[in-house]
């Protein structure tokens, strides 16, 4: 039997989202995603959808109609939930959720958003901007929710990266797409700490990992990866060496992987899904949950979206672990939870 198991499903009543973030709010999980007309938001608990105008940063007369970015991360700073976005045809730029106040603009220069990612820190939080997937400005936003520019990390970030902490440092964890080592990056110092091989040896040959998250097991931080073939491997932070693929990796044809990580029961766990960013109609995106302390997957994997997954997001749902996954195709929200 498998360990996830479908909790619930919700229609998109907008145009099929392009990117979505989870936050924790006051009340509770909430999705925060965009669309080719703008933000809107899900609210599990009560299967809420709401739609949200986010107004353009552009000088009046240049771009009337609302901004819609193609890439967003939220943050909640101060009780409120300001977004960040972008896409190849808008610059950075980052808002007052509920208002739709833009609170930020990047300069000229910064056009071709690909990828936005977040790191929520105690007093502080970043946006991490990347074009092109090239070098990442880190965007620090201040107590009154407005961001500032505040350096350039020499690293690639695309949906397959992943922030955290790595003891007291905030870190940004990615594997470079041209063939260079996967990286630990100190957003601080803005330095790679440790780096691994992007290739992992197993018993059908080399495998490319293409997917990583952090987690900390048997009270140490470690780097989780998924290979597109199927593996997942625990790294060593102090030694830069990966250990032996899971038991349970079923080797497959060779795709895009996204994961994450948290916890349930206790336990520390990834979920990982197949990706396509440019599927056929006949792909599915598939799920499946692995036990990180003891080395193994938990239960056989899940076809979760046809036509494609965005990606999976772990969160807390009334105390209970739960995965969320928005599909590409199908125009469904749904929520998995971890059984066990």
């Not at 977004?83 to 610059?91: T, Y």
């Not at 007093?123 to 090239?134: C, I, N, Q, T, Y």
């Not at 990286?183 to 290739?199: A, E, Y």
Request: hydrophobic content about 40%; proline content about 6%.
């Amino acid at each position: 039997m498998s360990e996830l198991s479908l909790l619930q499903t919700a229609d998109v009543p907008f145009a099929a989202l392009t990117d979505f973030h989870l936050v924790t709010t006051g009340t509770g999980p909430l999705l925060v995603g965009t669309h080719p007309d703008g933000a809107c938001t899900w609210d599990p608990l009560r299967d809420r959808w709401a739609e949200h105008r986010l107004d353009s940063p552009w000088p009046p007369g240049e771009e009337d109609g609302p901004a819609a970015p193609s890439a967003l991360r939220a943050l909640v700073v101060g009780g409120r939930i300001v977004v960040g976005g972008g896409s190849e045809d808008l610059r950075f730029a980052q808002w007052d959720l509920a208002s739709g106040e833009v609170r930020a603009f990047a300069d000229d220069d910064d056009f071709d958003v690909e990828t936005v990612g977040s790191l929520e820190l105690p007093g502080r939080s970043l946006f991490l901007v990347s074009p092109d997937a090239e070098a990442v400005a880190l965007w620090d936003v201040g107590g009154d929710g407005t961001a500032e520019r505040i350096a350039e990390l020499n690293a690639r970030c695309d949906r397959t990266a992943a922030t955290g902490m790595l003891g007291h440092r905030p870190v940004l964890v990615t594997a470079d797409e041209d063939g260079g080592p996967l990286q630990v990056w100190d957003l601080n110092d803005r330095v790679p700490l440790v780096g691994f091989d992007k290739d992992l040896e197993t018993a059908e040959g080399e495998e490319s990992l293409l997917a990583v998250g952090l987690a900390e097991v048997g009270g140490r931080p470690h780097v989780v990866a998924a290979g597109g073939g199927g593996s997942v491997v625990l790294g060593d932070v102090d030694s830069g060496e990966w250990g032996a693929p899971f038991a349970g990796c079923v080797p497959q044809d060779e795709t895009d992987m996204l994961v994450d990580t948290g916890t349930a029961n206790g336990v520390p766990i990834a979920v990982t899904c197949t990706y396509d960013p440019y599927p056929a109609e006949d792909f599915t995106s598939v799920l499946r949950a692995w036990d990180l302390e003891g080395g193994h997957a938990r239960g056989g994997p899940v076809a979760a979206h046809e036509g494609g997954a965005l990606g999976v997001q772990l969160t807390e749902l009334e105390g209970r672990t739960v995965a969320v996954t928005v599909g590409r195709g199908d125009g469904f929200v749904r929520v998995w939870a971890l059984d066990g």
